[in-house]
């Protein structure tokens, strides 16, 4: 609507309210998401340890939503402590590890 028209058409503004709907559920969405993750993380803390390779997984999927959602500040700390675990678990070499440090060095480069 905004290109064959302009913000005042009637559909342009109903399709702008409905995008401000689904932003605001999506918000909500991520927010859900984030607090199962963390729980998870927490369990397998404490079953596993804090550098058992699942463990770092989540800690690092956690980590990709934060980022994706520009909560990066957030996504930083979990990125830094999967990639410590990653290098101490699996070594500097592995696959796991050099993606984390790459999704980490991205977010410290924007």
């Known amino acids: 609507y905004r290109v064959a028209f302009d913000d005042r058409h009637p559909g342009a503004r109903e399709a702008f309210d409905g995008y401000s709907i689904f932003l605001r559920q999506r918000q909500r969405d991520v927010d859900d998401v984030v607090a199962r993750q963390r729980r998870a993380i927490a369990i397998h803390r404490e079953s596993f340890g804090a550098t058992h390779p699942k463990t770092l997984a989540l800690l690092h999927d956690c980590a990709v939503l934060l980022d994706d959602n520009c ?3 957030a996504a930083a700390t979990l990125y830094r402590e ?3 675990g990653r290098r101490f678990t699996l070594g500097d070499s592995h696959p796991h590890t050099q ?7 991205a977010l410290l480069a924007r």
């Open 71 to 73: 909560r990066y500040r």
């Open 82 to 84: 999967a990639l410590d």
């Open 99 to 105: 993606d984390t440090r790459a999704r980490y060095d």
